[in-house]
C-alpha cells in the first residue's frame, strides 16, 4: 500500500536550490498533515518540516529561513523548495504523515546530494 511518491531530488553544488514533490492520493493527502523527512546512513530519520490542512507549517531549526513547504491541494502534492543548500543537507528526502508515520506510506525517497 505505497501511495506516496516523491521526486526532484539531485545533485547540486552549496548554496543551489532544488524543489522536491510528493505526491499522494486525495484520501490521504485532504486528511493529514503532510511531513517531509529526511535520512542519513547511520542516522535516524528525521522530520524537517510538516504542513496542516490550512497551511500552517514548520521547521526544523537546521533549515529555518532556507526551505519552505507548500502545498496545492488541486495536485495533491506537498512541495518542499530549498535553497542555500549546505553539504549537511545531503540525505534521502521523503514524505509521509505527521505525527504518527504510516509505514505502508514510505516510498523510495529521492536523493539530495550536495557538494562543497
Known amino acids: 500500500q505505497v501511495q506516496l511518491v516523491e521526486s526532484g531530488g539531485g545533485l547540486v553544488q552549496a548554496g543551489g536550490s532544488l524543489r522536491l514533490s510528493c505526491t499522494a492520493p486525495g484520501s490521504i493527502f485532504s486528511s493529514n498533515v503532510m511531513g517531509w523527512y529526511r535520512q542519513v546512513p547511520g542516522m535516524q530519520r528525521e522530520l524537517v518540516a510538516f504542513?496542516?490542512?490550512?497551511?500552517?507549517?514548520n521547521y526544523v531549526d537546521s533549515v529555518k529561513g532556507r526551505f519552505t513547504i507548500s502545498r496545492d491541494n488541486a495536485k495533491n502534492t506537498v512541495y518542499l523548495q530549498m535553497s542555500s543548500l549546505k553539504p549537511e543537507d545531503t540525505a534521502v528526502y521523503y514524505c509521509n504523515v505527521w505525527p504518527l508515520r504510516r509505514p505502508e506510506y514510505w516510498g523510495q525517497g529521492t536523493q539530495v546530494t550536495v557538494s562543497p
Open positions: 504542513i496542516t490542512q490550512r497551511s500552517i507549517t
